[in-house]
């Protein structure tokens, strides 16, 4: 099961993983990944996967107080 976050630009995307990849209890938590097919057509066709399943609560913390709310949180099988 992969979590991946779906984001409406870009811009988002490095935004989001730069604000993580800065906070220490989330900064080896996430990696860029191609958005997988079939997720919308309204985003980026980067996103970013949570590679650590128990550090989910602390990646969407993190965003929501950066200002940097994923467009989706989707659980995808791999």
């Known amino acids: 099961?992969?979590?991946i976050l779906t984001f409406s630009?870009?811009?988002q995307v490095l935004?989001?993983?730069k604000a993580l990849r800065n906070n220490e209890a989330t900064k080896t938590?996430?990696?860029p990944t191609p958005t997988p097919p079939g997720l919308g057509s309204a985003?980026?066709?980067m996103s970013l996967e949570i590679l650590e399943?128990?550090?989910q609560p602390k990646?969407?913390?993190c965003l929501?107080?950066?200002a940097l709310n994923p467009a989706g949180v989707h659980e995808i099988q791999n």
Do not use: Y
């Open 43 to 45: 985003i980026c066709g």
């Open 9 to 11: 630009t870009l811009h």
């Open 59 to 61: 990646v969407i913390e």
């Open 15 to 17: 935004a989001a993983e």
């Open 64 to 66: 929501n107080q950066s």
């Open 29 to 31: 938590s996430v990696r």
């Open 53 to 55: 399943k128990e550090s």
């Open 1 to 3: 099961m992969r979590t």
